[in-house]
């Protein structure tokens, strides 16, 4: 069973960066679209970036284009969200998730199937 863990959160100043990872175990990753997720306080939980399994093709909300950066290396079974510029209102938990046949910010959350991890936890404050 495919196992996630995401680290590489913590506290930030604006316009800083941090690089997120998502290490999988259990299973290999190279089979699976993942998305990145985040959750602040108060607010529903929204779609940051995802990648196919293959890597080829990735997407990005609006709020973190040109900001963000998506990328995995499969033969490290890890997908990692490079962030840069970042603002307050990046602060929240972010999730990764796993989907073998799902893709996108409404397609995995909506697979029973999928894998989450626990979360890690981004603030961005002065």
């Known amino acids: 069973q495919l196992q996630l863990v995401e680290s590489g959160g913590g506290l930030v100043q604006p316009g800083g960066s941090l690089r997120l990872s998502c290490v999988a175990s259990?299973?290999?990753?190279?089979?699976?679209?993942i998305g990145w997720f985040r959750q602040a306080p108060g607010k529903e939980r929204e779609g940051v970036s995802c990648?196919?399994?293959?890597?080829?093709?990735?997407m990005y909300a609006d709020s973190v284009k040109g900001r963000f950066t998506i990328s995995r290396d499969n033969a490290k079974n890890t997908v990692y969200l490079q962030m840069n510029s970042l603002k307050p209102e990046d602060t929240a938990v972010y999730y990764c998730?796993?989907?073998?046949?799902?893709?996108?910010?409404?397609?995995?959350?909506?697979?029973?199937?999928?894998?989450w991890g626990k979360g890690t936890l981004v603030t961005v404050s002065s």
């Open positions: 998730a796993a989907s073998r046949n799902y893709y996108g910010f409404r397609s995995i959350p909506s697979d029973a199937l999928a894998y």
């Open positions: 259990g299973s290999a990753l190279d089979s699976y679209n």
């Open positions: 990648i196919t399994s293959t890597g080829f093709s990735t």
